[in-house]
């Protein structure tokens, strides 16, 4: 076996998980929808960070019932050998769609404010050999790499949000509710897709993670961590933008940066930070792409993951880039997908869980 | 790299193999059998040609056989000395004129060799009787492994044969010319000692141990692997190591099998796990003050006969970049010391892909001021600002190289010469511009401040790598490149410890990490090597 997953610790698998949560959190929103009619985004992102950690802790739950090391034998376990592939590829999917989308957002502003005269297929290409390299090496080295470039991201972040300052006013959050309970609880349920494929990635490596309760721990911590990070942010969006506003901009935190024109000019830190939210996509990119392919390979019994971690990779990569591109069919699926790949996302794990808790204890 | 290397394509579309790689875990305990040495395979050898791997019991038939595999013939250095054991027994000493010191074989081995009163035992414990009652040595000890003996003769001690024994008589007669200790040449410090190891193996244990004077402190010779028999030492503390660390440098030591191994530098190589890696995976020092300090914390130290530099295994980063003195400074003064210095790697290696990255694809990012001071610093250089960045990294490596390889003064002068006229006439001339010059001065100047020479060489290799993806992707490129770099590192292993830790992964440290904390959290075992006795 080849599944280039070794072990890593506590903090590593925080730092890849929180990292993922912020980025997702941040990258993957769907502004026109979430701001469309008030501004309650900094509520939708709490709820769907705590119902993300409710469906993780049930699905380690049955993945300890069934005492599964990680997802794949979850799948083979609940679903049988049969259907555990079609079950992991459903997941891998929606773990393509979570790894591209903060890539597809971080495209867009680097072509658009940073690239302005390049192609984006020139810009994309870039991408490649990052989340190539970092899912081809394996958990490891993802989870080292996440752990080192750690706190220089997640400052990046609150840079961006001390630059600004001065332009916060609460007024602005008005209406408080945002969109009423009903579009709350809906885009609570939709935000589902930025939080989980975090936390269930640790669940897909759980071998590597120490086990079943690490992975959970690991995961609590950077659901609380990450959706709290991400909860602030969304709460100073408001604070800067109208909510009317803030569904026009496709790249809300990148203009945060230059709401006050003092901040722009601060060494230019909005082109800057840019560069660090980038990396933060890349790692969580790669972590999913290998989650996926580990996934993948676990449920359909192939004993060596790098030409699925490969091929994932790449997939990822395309979609990113195909995102940017004017590809009617391409951009019909994703309009199809965007407010169900939270389900496609939940199901089989959640249904692996169940099952699996339904079964006799101990028959794994 | 390596697969690639022994399988050619072949080996990257090769499935379901598990990287060889050794790793040094935490759960790891007890000692994995040693798989063998030098000696064993050299004795193989022997008894494949259909020789003996020991001593004779005939002194004539010994004589014989050194004189043919000594080429003694040809050979004046070898020295066969008969003499006959106390009047009556015919004995040789074998030894090489020039490795052995004549004074201490002429009156503690052949005066009383031969005035000694005749054996009161069995032909076959002549041996014995002459080591333990005649001859009056420090350091002597009986063999009869033929390889042994040729050896210890090939390495300057004298071998006695006793007709009627099978045994031989090895006594450490070792007197050649050596270097006396002296200051050191690139470690310079201040407030610590003057020392520095020399090229006498014996001398620098002797270095080690005025230092480490504990009772588990351990030396172990053993043959280098070449075939110039070099010998070498491990030394290591004795239930602080990790026993499953030692035993992997051990195996690897063991399995050098080469032509000559000249240095430490050359073992290092044949040892490393990566070896495409420019980084370095093992420590050399020539401070004896600073391999006893990894020492005394759990690190292994390798010593090769003819190097004056102690190999220190596993190495990570922050062992790389730490200096002799960071331990002789207060606190304060010692973690500002390390600050400038990590400042002064990281502005080496991304300041000048930096300044490309934005001079030529984010001009946006600069302010009118800096942008027309560069544009006006270049309005006359005819080389594209990438290739004027690339031709004075290169000249300052081209300087670097010219002032270490030749003699001090001299090299100072060159150095000098270099930065300022030649500095001076290329912007004169319009090859390069006075902000690029800056720019790379600068990067030289953080190169500097790295205290490792391996490390220094490496970090110009990155830089170069950083300045070439900026000027083909801009900030984008650089991010991407500084991405792959860190995975590359991730995945880098010293000796089974990841290179980075223990920042990543991060392991339970109290220390910190970059800077320097109180002494007493210096002042136990390292973490990251999972020693056997955490307290020690």
Same mark, same amino acid.
């Given at each position: 076996?080849?599944?280039?997953? *070794?072990?890593?610790?506590?903090?590593?698998?925080?730092?890849?998980?929180?990292? =993922?949560?912020?980025?997702?959190?941040?990258?993957?929103?769907?502004?026109?929808?979430?701001?469309?009619?008030?501004?309650?985004?900094?509520?939708?992102?709490?709820?769907?960070?705590?119902?993300?950690?409710?469906?993780?802790?049930?699905?380690?739950?049955?993945?300890?019932?069934?005492?599964?090391?990680?997802?794949?034998?979850?799948?083979?376990?609940?679903?049988?050998?049969?259907?555990?592939?079609?079950?992991?590829?459903?997941?891998?999917? !929606?773990?393509?769609?979570?790894?591209?989308?903060?890539?597809?957002?971080?495209?867009?502003?680097?072509?658009?404010?940073?690239?302005?005269?390049?192609?984006?297929?020139?810009?994309?290409?870039?991408?490649?050999?990052?989340?190539?390299?970092?899912?081809?090496?394996?958990?490891?080295?993802? *989870?080292?790499?996440?752990?080192?470039?750690?706190?220089?991201?997640?400052?990046?972040?609150?840079?961006?949000?001390?630059?600004?300052?001065?332009?916060?006013?609460?007024?602005?959050?008005?209406?408080?509710?945002?969109?009423?309970?009903?579009?709350?609880?809906?885009?609570?349920?939709?935000?589902?897709?930025?939080?989980?494929?975090?936390?269930?990635?640790?669940?897909?490596?759980? !071998?590597?993670?120490?086990?079943?309760?690490?992975?959970?721990?690991?995961?609590?911590?950077?659901?609380? *961590?990450?959706?709290?990070?991400?909860?602030?942010?969304?709460?100073?969006?408001?604070?800067?933008?109208?909510?009317?506003?803030?569904?026009?901009?496709?790249?809300?935190?990148?203009?945060?940066?230059?709401?006050?024109?003092?901040? =722009?000019?601060?060494?230019?830190?909005?082109?800057?930070?840019?560069?660090?939210?980038?990396?933060?996509?890349?790692?969580?990119?790669?972590?999913? !792409?290998?989650?996926?392919?580990?996934?993948?390979?676990?449920? =359909?019994?192939?004993?060596?993951?790098?030409?699925?971690?490969?091929?994932?990779?790449?997939?990822?990569?395309?979609?990113?880039?195909?995102?940017?591109?004017?590809?009617?069919?391409?951009?019909?699926?994703?309009?199809?997908?965007?407010?169900?790949?939270?389900?496609?996302?939940?199901?089989?794990?959640?249904?692996?869980?169940?099952?699996?808790?339904?079964?006799?204890?101990?028959?794994? | 790299?390596?697969?690639?290397?022994?399988?050619?394509?072949?080996?990257?579309?090769?499935?379901?193999?598990?990287?060889?790689?050794?790793?040094?875990?935490?759960?790891?305990?007890?000692?994995?059998?040693?798989?063998?040495?030098?000696?064993?395979?050299?004795?193989?050898?022997?008894?494949?040609?259909?020789?003996?791997?020991?001593?004779?019991?005939?002194?004539?038939?010994?004589?014989? #056989?050194?004189?043919?595999?000594?080429?003694?013939?040809?050979?004046?250095?070898?020295? &066969?000395?008969?003499?006959?054991?106390?009047?009556?027994?015919?004995?040789?000493?074998?030894?090489?004129?020039?490795?052995?010191?004549?004074?201490?074989? +002429?009156?503690?081995?052949?005066?009383?060799?031969?005035?000694?009163?005749?054996?009161?035992?069995?032909?076959?414990?002549?041996?014995?009787?002459?080591? +333990?009652?005649?001859?009056?040595?420090?350091?002597?000890?009986?063999?009869?492994?033929?390889?042994?003996?040729?050896?210890?003769?090939?390495?300057?001690?004298?071998?006695?044969? &006793?007709?009627?024994?099978?045994?031989?008589?090895?006594?450490?007669?070792?007197?050649?010319?050596?270097?006396?200790?002296?200051?050191?040449? +690139?470690?310079?410090?201040?407030?610590?000692?003057?020392?520095?190891?020399?090229? +006498?193996?014996?001398?620098?244990?002797?270095?080690?141990?005025?230092?480490?004077?504990?009772?588990?402190?351990?030396?172990?010779?053993?043959?280098?692997?070449?075939?110039?028999?070099?010998?070498?030492?491990?030394?290591?503390?004795?239930?602080?190591?990790?026993?499953?660390?030692?035993? $992997?440098?051990?195996?690897?030591?063991?399995?050098?099998?080469?032509?000559?191994?000249?240095?430490?530098?050359?073992?290092?190589?044949?040892?490393?796990?990566?070896?495409?890696?420019?980084?370095?995976?093992?420590?050399?020092?020539?401070?004896?003050?600073?391999?006893?300090?990894?020492?005394?914390?759990?690190?292994?130290?390798?010593?090769?006969?003819?190097? @004056?530099?102690?190999?220190?295994?596993?190495?990570?980063?922050?062992?790389?970049?730490?200096?002799?003195?960071?331990?002789?400074?207060?606190?304060?003064?010692?973690?500002?010391?390390? &600050?400038?210095?990590?400042?002064?790697?990281?502005?080496?290696?991304?300041?000048?892909?930096?300044?490309?990255?934005?001079?030529?694809?984010?001009?946006?990012?600069?302010?009118? $001021?800096?942008?027309?001071?560069?544009?006006?610093?270049?309005?006359?250089?005819?080389?594209?600002?990438?290739?004027?960045?690339?031709?004075?990294?290169?000249?300052?490596?081209?300087?670097?190289?010219?002032?270490?390889?030749? @003699?001090?003064?001299?090299?100072?002068?060159?150095?000098?010469?270099?930065?300022?006229?030649?500095?001076?006439?290329?912007?004169?001339?319009?090859?390069?511009?006075?902000?690029?010059?800056?720019?790379?001065?600068?990067?030289?100047?953080?190169?500097?401040?790295?205290?490792?020479?391996?490390?220094?060489?490496?970090?110009?290799?990155?830089?170069?790598? &950083?300045?070439?993806?900026?000027?083909? /992707? /801009?900030?984008?490129?650089?991010?991407?490149?500084?991405?792959?770099?860190?995975?590359?590192?991730?995945?880098?292993?010293?000796? /089974?410890?990841?290179?980075?830790? @223990?920042?990543?992964?991060?392991?339970?440290?109290?220390?910190?990490?970059?800077?320097?904390? #109180?002494?007493?959290?210096?002042?136990? @075992?390292?973490?990251?090597?999972?020693?056997?006795?955490?307290?020690?």
């Amino acid at each position: 076996m080849n599944l280039r997953q *070794g072990r890593i610790g506590n903090q590593e698998a925080v730092a890849m998980a929180f990292l =993922s949560c912020i980025a997702c959190g941040v990258f993957s929103t769907n502004t026109k929808l979430t701001y469309a009619a008030g501004n309650g985004s900094y509520l939708v992102s709490a709820f769907s960070a705590t119902l993300s950690l409710l469906l993780v802790t049930v699905v380690a739950e049955g993945m300890r019932r069934a005492r599964c090391k990680n997802l794949a034998q979850l799948y083979r376990y609940a679903f049988g050998p049969v259907l555990s592939a079609p079950a992991a590829f459903i997941t891998l999917i !929606a773990l393509i769609y979570a790894a591209a989308m903060p890539l597809v957002r971080l495209l867009m502003i680097m072509n658009h404010y940073i690239y302005i005269l390049d192609n984006v297929q020139n810009v994309a290409l870039y991408l490649i050999p990052c989340v190539l390299t970092l899912a081809w090496m394996g958990l490891e080295i993802i *989870g080292r790499t996440a752990r080192l470039f750690f706190v220089v991201i997640v400052l990046s972040f609150f840079v961006a949000l001390i630059i600004a300052i001065p332009a916060y006013a609460p007024y602005r959050l008005y209406p408080l509710l945002g969109n009423g309970l009903a579009s709350t609880a809906r885009l609570s349920l939709m935000g589902i897709n930025r939080f989980f494929p975090a936390l269930i990635g640790l669940f897909i490596c759980g !071998a590597g993670v120490h086990g079943v309760n690490s992975s959970l721990r690991c995961a609590s911590i950077a659901a609380f *961590g990450g959706g709290l990070v991400v909860v602030v942010i969304q709460l100073l969006l408001g604070m800067t933008f109208p909510y009317y506003i803030l569904s026009d901009i496709p790249a809300p935190l990148y203009r945060l940066t230059m709401a006050l024109p003092s901040g =722009s000019m601060f060494l230019r830190a909005d082109k800057v930070l840019l560069f660090f939210w980038l990396l933060s996509g890349l790692v969580t990119a790669g972590y999913f !792409a290998y989650s996926g392919a580990l996934l993948f390979s676990g449920a =359909s019994n192939m004993r060596d993951i790098r030409p699925a971690s490969a091929a994932v990779a790449l997939t990822v990569c395309s979609v990113a880039l195909m995102g940017q591109l004017n590809l009617s069919a391409f951009h019909a699926a994703v309009s199809f997908l965007q407010d169900k790949v939270w389900a496609l996302l939940v199901l089989p794990p959640l249904l692996a869980a169940v099952l699996a808790m339904l079964k006799k204890r101990g028959a794994a | 790299m390596e697969r690639l290397r022994k399988h050619g394509l072949r080996g990257l579309f090769t499935f379901d193999r598990q990287p060889a790689e050794f790793e040094l875990l935490e759960t790891e305990h007890g000692a994995p059998s040693f798989w063998g040495g030098w000696n064993e395979r050299a004795r193989d050898a022997a008894d494949d040609k259909g020789t003996s791997a020991h001593v004779a019991a005939s002194v004539e038939a010994n004589r014989a #056989r050194l004189r043919a595999e000594l080429r003694g013939q040809i050979n004046p250095d070898l020295i &066969l000395r008969p003499f006959l054991f106390a009047g009556h027994i015919p004995a040789l000493a074998a030894f090489l004129n020039g490795m052995a010191d004549e004074t201490l074989i +002429n009156d503690f081995i052949l005066r009383p060799g031969m005035r000694c009163k005749p054996p009161d035992c069995a032909a076959k414990e002549r041996a014995q009787y002459a080591l +333990n009652r005649v001859f009056t040595m420090q350091e002597a000890e009986l063999t009869n492994v033929w390889q042994d003996a040729k050896c210890a003769v090939e390495e300057g001690r004298t071998a006695v044969f &006793l007709d009627g024994d099978d045994h031989a008589v090895l006594m450490d007669t070792r007197g050649f010319v050596s270097r006396s200790v002296s200051s050191p040449r +690139n470690e310079n410090v201040i407030l610590g000692p003057h020392e520095a190891f020399t090229e +006498n193996i014996r001398t620098n244990i002797t270095l080690l141990r005025r230092i480490i004077k504990t009772d588990d402190f351990v030396c172990e010779f053993r043959k280098s692997g070449g075939k110039n028999n070099n010998r070498i030492a491990i030394v290591y503390r004795e239930g602080v190591v990790n026993r499953t660390l030692l035993n $992997e440098v051990k195996r690897r030591f063991a399995s050098v099998d080469t032509l000559m191994v000249l240095s430490v530098g050359m073992l290092e190589q044949f040892t490393e796990a990566h070896p495409y890696s420019p980084l370095p995976q093992s420590l050399s020092t020539e401070r004896p003050d600073r391999a006893s300090a990894l020492i005394m914390q759990g690190h292994v130290g390798v010593l090769c006969e003819g190097s @004056p530099l102690c190999s220190i295994m596993p190495a990570t980063l922050f062992t790389l970049m730490s200096s002799g003195e960071d331990a002789y400074v207060r606190q304060p003064v010692g973690a500002l010391m390390r &600050l400038v210095r990590y400042t002064g790697a990281l502005l080496s290696i991304v300041m000048p892909a930096y300044f490309l990255a934005l001079a030529l694809h984010h001009q946006g990012m600069m302010s009118g $001021e800096v942008l027309s001071t560069i544009i006006a610093s270049r309005s006359m250089v005819f080389l594209p600002l990438a290739v004027e960045m690339i031709f004075l990294l290169l000249t300052f490596q081209l300087l670097r190289e010219a002032t270490i390889s030749v @003699p001090g003064s001299m090299g100072q002068s060159i150095g000098i010469i270099g930065g300022l006229i030649l500095g001076q006439a290329a912007v004169s001339a319009n090859i390069v511009s006075k902000v690029v010059l800056i720019v790379v001065a600068l990067a030289g100047l953080g190169n500097f401040t790295i205290p490792d020479y391996s490390m220094q060489l490496a970090v110009a290799y990155y830089r170069m790598a &950083l300045v070439l993806a900026a000027w083909a /992707g /801009g900030l984008m490129g650089l991010a991407c490149a500084i991405l792959i770099t860190a995975a590359l590192l991730s995945a880098l292993k010293s000796y /089974g410890v990841p290179f980075l830790a @223990p920042a990543a992964p991060k392991v339970a440290s109290k220390g910190p990490a970059f800077l320097r904390g #109180r002494l007493k959290m210096h002042l136990r @075992p390292s973490d990251p090597l999972n020693t056997e006795g955490r307290g020690a």
